[in-house]
């Protein structure tokens, strides 16, 4: 029994890491402050991530596996042998990325929040271009939060944003000679009551 349950952690411990990078949204899903808090959440847990791959790795090959011997067993090698897979190319990727955190640093900046504004860039620094998401983000009382897309622009250059009268007023500077402009986006339709806003 104890071994089943030792195989059993092994494959949690390889399983929910992958299920989380891959098929669940950033951090488990969750959606608590705001989206940079939910980044840094995420790119705090790479490293989380590759010691529990480890740690699975270590108990799947140090299970007893008696089957090996038995050639009608077929599918328990396979299983072992998928498993082995999985917890590798993991490793491999969680330390690339964990690596790449400790030299190059988050992109924690990439994000921003004023008010109930909250501003994702993508892509900063691809051949000088940019996508900037803008949307509304309304909060709960236990702190989780939902976001509403309201635009998405092209890159912007340096900009600052600001909600005044049921408008959002982006001030940006593309460095293209043409100044400092004013991008104003009717935002009436958005807001946070009780109604509208669902967890």
């Known amino acids: 029994m104890l071994k089943h349950k030792k195989l059993i952690i092994a494959c949690l411990l390889i399983l929910l890491p992958l299920l989380d990078s ?4 950033t951090a488990f899903g969750l959606q608590w402050h705001n989206a940079k808090s939910m980044y840094l959440f995420s790119a705090y847990m790479m490293p989380i991530k590759l ?4 740690i699975g790795g270590f108990l799947l090959a140090s299970h007893d596996h008696p ?3 038995e050639p009608r067993v077929w599918y328990a090698k396979l299983f072992d042998i998928s498993f082995f897979i999985l917890a590798g190319i993991q490793f491999i990727v969680l330390a690339i990325i964990s690596a790449l955190y400790l030299v190059v640093g988050t992109q924690a900046d990439d994000y921003r929040q004023q008010g109930n504004i909250s501003v994702y860039t993508s892509d900063v620094g691809a051949f000088g271009k940019a996508t900037h998401y803008f949307s509304y983000q309304c909060t709960d009382k236990n702190g989780f939060y939902t976001l509403t897309p ?10 600052t944003f600001s909600e005044k009268a049921n408008t959002l007023i982006i001030k940006h500077d593309d460095h293209s000679g043409k100044g400092e402009q004013i991008k104003p986006i009717d935002i009436s339709g958005f807001g946070c009551n009780v109604l509208s806003f669902k967890r």
């Open 150 to 159: 309201i635009a998405t622009l092209d890159w912007l250059g340096s900009f």
């Open 67 to 69: 089957h090996h011997d």
């Open 22 to 25: 891959l098929f669940i949204p």
């Open 51 to 54: 010691i529990l791959v480890t």
